[in-house]
DNA sequence: GGAATGGTTAAGCATGGACTTGAGTATTGA
DNA sequence: TCAATACTCAAGTCCATGCTTAACCATTCC
């Protein structure tokens, strides 16, 4: 769908379990590829591909010294995704306080269900 | 695999852009299925299924009133995510206070975790 | 009652992505 | 220098999922 925003990206990363798995593991602290791969029971090449995955979408970060890569977490790499839930919960929210709204209201038709049309971003 | 968590079925209900958009549409207001499935160059078909993913992982939740099913946003359905996310936005956060913590130590032995955190990194 | 409208389900195709295999490169240590 | 270590890359398999088609309810309107 060429989607390659950076949100769509970040989830692409996330709804992966054993990605997730990683980042949890690297919230611990850093680790090396091995250590990384060792605790999964698939091979060295799926975790590097996963982590690959990870740190082009800016979760992660890994540097190579000699033969050796560490991987770390990177600090803000979940702050898009937190923004733009934020932006979608506030909007909710402003629905949900107009539903309060109009259920306190005292007494009158209640609005037709039929045409919700109306728009109502303010 | 078989990660049936909330999480889990929260995510894979939004990776799919689609499905955002279906998200973004009805945080402007309850939505029938017609309405929904019209602006999207797909079938109705296609767009009730993105429909079904979605309530099935509590993100939107819809009525049926005669022959129409309205849909409108659950609203505390990104809840979840936003919990995990801070929940692992903390560790993350504290690691980065770890780091500076050491950086700003004058001079000692550090504390040898497992080598990890003596890597300096700005 | 019968047609039109709005939605629902099931079956099947097609694509994307996770994972494997297998070969290759660079670094380290004896 | 040679072998072991640690990682990298490419190609291929396989399965989950998005989408379509086609048939099928249920409700409304004439």
New interface residues.
Partial sequence: ?L?HSK??SI??A??E?TR?QI??RL?????TVSQLAEPFGMTFAAVLQHLQTLEACGLIRS?KIGRVR?CR?E?G???P??DW??E??I???R??DRLGQILAEPDQSPPK??D??K???T
Same sequence: chains 1, 2.
């Fill in positions: 769908m989607n949100i769509d989830l692409r996330l709804v379990p997730r980042l949890e919230s611990r602290g850093p680790a540097e560490t977490i600090p790499g979940l702050a995704l937190a839930i934020t979608r919960r909007p909710a929210e629905h949900l269900v039929q919700q049309e728009d109502e971003q």
